[in-house]
């Protein structure tokens, strides 16, 4: 049983070695607006998808989550959003196509 558990463990820690990520954004924006629709701090990684009346912002601080291997710096940025009425900005950004392998997704 040991045998058999020391197998299981070292295939997960060598599979989890090797994957990789196909979108990490720890947002180290210095603060201002995350679109183009202002001063564009994620230097055009976030793109406005509709709405330019309440713009999502960046302000000082960051968030930590247990788990979150690549961490964001000490000056890290949170994104705002303000006003939950009239015309907010929607922003996406896109990542590498993944269509072979395994995709795990972390919420």
């Known amino acids: 049983?040991?045998?058999?558990?020391?197998l299981f463990l070292s295939i997960s820690l060598f599979a989890s070695a090797w994957?990789?990520?196909?979108?990490?954004d720890n947002f180290n924006y210095q603060a201002g607006?995350?679109?183009?629709?202002?001063d564009?701090?994620?230097?055009?990684?976030?793109i406005n998808s509709s709405g330019?009346?309440?713009?999502l912002t960046v302000t000082e601080g960051s968030l930590t989550y247990p788990n979150?291997?690549?961490g964001p710096t000490?000056?890290?940025g949170k994104v705002t959003l303000t006003g939950l009425s009239g015309s907010?900005?929607?922003?996406?950004t896109s990542f590498a196509l993944k269509n072979s392998g395994t995709c795990m997704v972390r919420f």
Do not use: C, H
């Open 1 to 6: 049983m040991k045998k058999l558990f020391t």
């Open 19 to 24: 994957s990789q990520r196909i979108l990490v």
């Open 68 to 70: 979150y291997f690549t």
């Open 40 to 46: 564009n701090k994620s230097g055009g990684l976030w």
């Open 88 to 92: 907010s900005e929607d922003a996406y």
């Open 52 to 55: 330019t009346g309440n713009l």
């Open 74 to 76: 000490p000056t890290s």
């Open 33 to 38: 607006t995350l679109t183009d629709l202002g």
